[in-house]
């Protein structure tokens, strides 16, 4: 009985969140157990913003592919 809640409320995840989300994150979702929070979660985070000179330039030239 067990396995198949188990196995309704990754379907649940993979269902509700998967139109939203990357499909490996959703898989990590399902495969930490832990219950899904809505609302999201804070964290202390740093960024940093950089201008590479030429930018476009370069990215011209790259393959789509790097």
């Known amino acids: 009985m067990g396995y198949l809640r188990t196995e309704q409320q ?3 995840v993979r269902q509700t969140f998967g139109m939203y989300l990357a499909p490996t994150l959703v898989e990590e979702m ?3 157990g832990e219950p899904v929070k809505l609302g999201g ?3 202390e985070l740093s960024v940093m913003f950089s201008d590479i000179r030429d930018f476009t330039k370069i990215a011209e030239k790259l393959d789509p592919g790097n």
Do not use: K, P, Q
Request: overall charge positive; hydrophobic content about 20%; proline content about 0%.
């Open 10 to 12: 990754h379907r649940h």
């Open 30 to 32: 399902v495969r930490s």
């Open 41 to 43: 979660e804070l964290r």
